[in-house]
């Protein structure tokens, strides 16, 4: 979360009780990866606003010596790759597994998606990430590639106490008198003013564009759904005392107003979002019902809710809250089988020249 890449400090880590069948099977040639699900190990990182409320949400253990903000659940990039914990590519990462069989993505490459979970124990701090535009310009300005585009988008698993997010800034406020409010490191009864807050609840969906001002409350539980990039232009922390990119944020700020939060009825399964970057889809699935799985594209699905198996042709996958799937662009039909519902985020790269969806 800062303009160049953190010690992180990252590790795999699940449950003891990671149920899976392929100890029982025999070994399967390296074709049948390229069509089933397959699970991934998260990647625990440290930050220092981090928490422990997905232990109670998912049961990951978690090293009580460590504070842990961010589990990486998706991820091609070569500081934090997912591991594959299942199948005949058990035990490489993602981007290893690629690089032996590039038809896992299908028409999609490079890959541009990262989906971490963030516990916030307390409010991150106010930053903005850079278009492409602007990383562009700041790359060009340095020499080297070092700052990568970033749009996001916020799955409110829980809300915490103080349910609130800030988006942009108050309607009346500009942005250069943020700039110089907050360069004289001012206690947070003087920045808040200038922010846009936001009320939230669980299963609410906040996109935040590249270019857009904003911060995570206290006590958020996150699906984090994002470009792969790790850029992130720090304005103000709140006291903490780490380093900020004021010249950084001042060349990535956008003007505009905050997007809104959208609101899907959580009895209705449908599409949360669909931009240009990523598409996003919560289901509620019954026993017997096929997974979505779009052709040609792959994608992403963490199980949130509801137990069970899924089934690719003779393969079983057992499934529990928290689980996490690399679905390959290839995949066969995919059924589920349990015996109450399912609740799951379905997540894939954009296909190219996609447009916002305005509906």
């Known amino acids: 979360m800062s303009a160049a890449p953190?010690?992180?400090r990252p590790?795999?880590?699940?449950?003891?009780?990671?149920r899976s069948?392929?100890?029982?099977?025999?070994?399967?040639?390296?074709?049948?990866?390229?069509?089933?699900?397959v699970k991934l190990a998260p990647v625990a990182v440290d930050r220092v606003w981090g928490g422990r409320a997905v232990n109670g949400r998912f049961g990951w253990e978690q090293d009580p010596r460590r504070v842990i903000g961010e589990w990486w659940l998706l991820s091609f990039r070569k500081d934090h790759s997912s591991t594959i914990l299942e199948g005949p590519?058990?035990?490489?990462?993602?981007?290893?597994?690629?690089?032996r069989h590039p038809a896992l993505l299908g028409t999609q490459a490079p890959p541009d998606l990262l989906i971490k979970i963030l516990d916030a124990r307390q409010t991150l701090s106010v930053q903005v990430h850079p278009d492409r535009a602007t990383a562009n310009a700041l790359n060009e300005a340095v020499g080297k590639k070092l700052y990568e585009a970033k749009t996001e988008c916020w799955y409110f698993l829980d809300s915490g106490l103080d349910p609130k997010i800030y988006l942009g800034l108050q309607e009346d406020r500009r942005a250069e008198d943020f700039l110089e409010c907050v360069r004289r490191n001012p206690p947070p009864g003087e920045v808040e003013p200038f922010l846009h807050a936001v009320a939230v609840q669980e299963g609410d969906l906040a996109l935040i564009p590249a270019g857009t001002i904003?911060?995570?409350?206290?006590?958020?539980?996150?699906?984090?759904i994002q470009q792969s990039s790790d850029t992130t232009f720090r304005i103000y922390d709140w006291g903490r005392d780490r380093q900020l990119h004021l010249d950084e944020a001042e060349q990535a700020m956008l003007p505009g107003p905050p997007p809104p939060i959208g609101r899907l009825p959580q009895s209705r399964s449908g599409t949360l979002l669909s931009c240009d970057y990523f598409c996003l889809d919560r289901w509620l699935l019954e026993d017997g019902d096929g997974l979505p799985i779009p052709s040609r594209l792959y994608s992403?699905?963490?199980v949130l809710n509801g137990e069970g198996r899924l089934e690719t042709g003779t393969d079983q996958s057992m499934f529990q809250p928290g689980d996490a799937y690399f679905i390959p662009a290839e995949a066969a039909s995919t059924r589920i089988r349990t015996k109450s519902k399912v609740t799951m985020i379905v997540a894939r790269q954009s296909a190219p020249l996609a447009r916002v969806d305005e509906s």
């Open 11 to 18: 590790s795999s880590s699940h449950r003891k009780d990671h």
């Open 21 to 37: 069948q392929d100890s029982h099977r025999p070994p399967q040639p390296a074709g049948a990866a390229l069509q089933r699900p």
């Open 6 to 8: 953190e010690n992180n």
């Open 214 to 224: 904003h911060a995570v409350g206290a006590g958020a539980l996150i699906l984090e």
């Open 89 to 99: 590519l058990a035990g490489l990462t993602l981007k290893q597994a690629i690089a």
């Open 300 to 302: 992403f699905a963490m």
